[in-house]
Nanobody
């Protein structure tokens, strides 16, 4: 059974930075895309970023391009999301996933970590 555990969330002022981590119990990111999604209050879960397992190509939502960077450490079975220049609209619960697509077809999810950006 694959387990994903997110960490690194918290409260930060606008313009600040956070780094989220997603640790997997198995080598899932060696065979599956690692992705980050977020759910803002009252909204549906939305794609943020993904890294393809076969090529390390990265993909981002338009709203975070240039500010967020996704990466992975296969040896540690961990995917990271470096978030810089945070804005109030980045507030939400951030979920890590492992899947077969870029924005869809995710099979495994973490429990989520709260990110709150104060303006």
């Amino acid at each position: 059974q694959v387990q994903l555990v997110e960490s690194g969330g918290g409260l930060v002022q606008a313009g600040g930075s956070l780094r989220l981590s997603c640790a997997a119990s198995l080598h899932i990111f060696s065979t599956h895309t690692g992705g980050w999604f977020r759910q803002a209050p009252g909204k549906e879960r939305a794609f943020v970023a993904a890294i393809a397992w076969s090529s390390d190509n990265t993909y981002y939502a338009d709203s975070v391009k240039g500010r967020f960077t996704i990466s992975r450490d296969s040896a540690k079975n961990t995917v990271y999301l470096q978030m810089n220049n945070l804005k109030a609209e980045d507030t939400g619960v951030y979920y890590c996933g492992a899947g077969l697509g870029i924005e869809t077809t995710y099979k495994f999810w973490g429990q989520g970590t709260q990110v709150t950006v104060s303006s």
